[in-house]
């Protein structure tokens, strides 16, 4: 099964500060999750010049597909980029980790992830979307679908709906199956009435952390999961240190957490959704698929950013095969 993924296109940046002047020149507060407009990423990019920093391909979906691409499997990637060096990089970064990049351009400055890292250690995040979010559904064509067997679609992407209900329907008419991230709690609260109405009609994969599951439900895991799974044919939960919950046609398989105390959980969840499904790429049993999922979030967490190092991948690559044996 060949993935696709379409997503916002986010480089991460992290920047080592020398003090915190920055923050205030560009208006965030310390230890914030922010959304800047395009004045603060320029005031932001003109501090990185003379600081250390490293980048690298990010936004969730992104990470699942570079994931898969690292296991051996054949992805993809849809997004839309500016015509700026940041766009320059993510587009080879992307070919150079095996995955094929379908990327739209557009004039100006592409959408960034910066994670400002002060003396202290504490972090503050900006995220500039830029062109990310506002591809059109006629960009999206039938030939960069048809070669793949299954599209992942990430929830923050909700925002732009004629653009998620418009790919959805192309990739069902194309024999492709559709996986859907939840993404956030925030986003479910945001678009309840549109998830459940595309939901029950296109997707058969059902990604979901515990927060995005009891907000989509009212219930707990163990019961929203239940629910979930009477509407997609595979729904996932997402549970931490506790692991995962799959459901299919009304059975519940557990399957417990990989890895030590976390130093970082950023990406686990893309992770879980790589592993996951790589396994069903290669025709494993949902649980085998899940535990690839635990395996790669496993390592994930103990490292910081959202990439595992390539030194790590032959091992995990021995421990798949176990599993898979």
Known sequence: MNTIGLGNALVDVLLKLDNDKVLNEVGIEKGAMDMINREQMITIRKTQEGLERSQAPGGSVCNTMRAMACLGAKTGFIGKIGTDAVGDYYEQALSKAGVIPYFI?????????????????????????????????????????????????????????????????????????????????????????????????????????????????????????????????????????????????????????????????????????AGFLYGQSVGATLEQSARIGSLLAGYIIEVIGAQIPDDKWEQIKLKVNRILS
Do not use: W
């Open 105 to 273: 351009h557009t004039d100006g400055i592409s959408g960034s992830c910066t994670v400002l890292i002060s003396p202290d250690g504490e972090r503050t995040m900006g995220t500039f979307l830029g062109p990310a979010p506002t591809i059109t559904p006629d960009e999206i064509t039938d030939e960069m679908l048809s070669s793949y067997q299954c599209i992942y679609i990430e929830g923050y992407l909700l925002v732009n709906e004629e653009l998620v209900r418009s790919t959805m329907r192309k990739a069902k008419r194309l024999g492709l199956k559709v996986a859907l991230d939840l993404s956030n709690f925030n986003i479910v609260n945001a678009f309840r009435g549109l998830l459940d109405e595309i939901i029950p009609e296109y997707v058969d994969i059902l990604f979901s952390n515990e927060s995005e599951a009891e907000a989509f439900t009212g219930l707990k895991a163990q019961e929203a999961v239940k629910v979930l799974s009477e509407k997609v044919e595979v729904s996932l939960v997402t549970l931490g240190k506790e692991g995962a919950l799959v459901g299919s046609k009304g059975k519940i398989i557990a399957v417990p957490a990989e890895g030590g105390k976390p130093v970082d959980t950023t990406g686990a969840g893309d992770h879980f959704a």
